[in-house]
T-cell receptor, first 113, second 114 residues
Framework: DQQVKQNSPSLSVQEGRISILNCDYTNSMFDYFLWYKKYPAEGPTFLISISSIKDKNEDGRFTVFLNKSAKHLSLHIVPSQPGDSAVYFC????????????FGPGTRLSVLP | DVKVTQSSRYLVKRTGEKVFLECVQD?????MFWYRQDPGLGLRLIYFSYDVKMKEKGDIPEGYSVSREKKERFSLILESASTNQTSMYLC?????????????FGPGTRLTVL
């Protein structure tokens, strides 16, 4: 039973438009959430995170929104660029339990020129 | 800049062979992790270590063991490889036990067991 779900295995977006990647979680103990990005033949790299005390965190073109009551978070990329084409993993942790991150299955984003 | 390196990018082994996957990090991080990545399943934690000679089981430790004799090096061992261990293996490290510390990943080893 997956505790972190990304229900869209893939997403295609036109260059310059907004990309919205979604993530749902089931464990109410999770209080810290991260997004990682993975290019083929490379390891995942950290993109952005959010603590449960916030509902939004922004870093340049990337914004993560957290809806605790719905146990849902989303990553917005505006504007999308071809170099954003990658697999995006959502991850969650309960900070009191240290570094035990639970990852979702990933969403493959394709940004079309 | 954190660097996590893994000994092989691609590896092909036969069923029953003993397999060693090596990981080295150069940032004096306390924690090291081994994950496997499979389509539709994301990254699943196999083992992790918070200190030298210390190890803890992750979510899927069966069929694997680990060794951490030096702080910078964390080895994953498949005692008798099986075809269901064909996967992408990813090593990661992080600075401390704080739940907010970023994990830094190596490039991965794609293991095929025939």
């Amino acid at each position: 039973d997956q505790q972190v779900k990304q229900n869209s295995p893939s997403l295609s977006v036109q260059e310059g438009r907004i990309s919205i990647l979604n993530c749902d979680y089931t464990n109410s103990m999770f209080d810290y959430f991260l997004w990682y990005k993975k290019y083929p033949a490379e390891g995942p790299t950290f993109l952005i995170s959010i603590s449960s005390i916030k509902d939004k965190n922004e870093d340049g073109r990337f914004t993560v929104f957290l809806n605790k009551s719905a146990k849902h978070l989303s990553l917005h990329i505006v504007p999308s660029q071809p170099g954003d084409s990658a697999v995006y993993f959502c991850a969650a942790s309960a900070r009191n339990y240290g570094q035990n991150f639970v990852f979702g299955p990933g969403t493959r984003l394709s940004v079309l020129p | 800049d954190v660097k996590v390196t893994q000994s092989s990018r691609y590896l092909v082994k036969r069923t029953g062979e003993k397999v060693f996957l090596e990981c080295v990090q150069d940032m004096d991080h306390e924690n090291m992790f081994w994950y496997r990545q499979d389509p539709g399943l994301g990254l699943r934690l196999i083992y992790f270590s918070y200190d030298v000679k210390m190890k803890e089981k992750g979510d899927i430790p069966e069929g694997y063991s680990v060794s951490r004799e030096k702080k910078e090096r964390f080895s994953l061992i498949l005692e008798s490889a099986s075809t269901n261990q064909t996967s992408m293996y990813l090593c990661a490290s992080s600075l401390s036990k704080r739940g907010t510390d970023t994990q830094y990943f190596g490039p991965g080893t794609r293991l095929t067991v025939l």
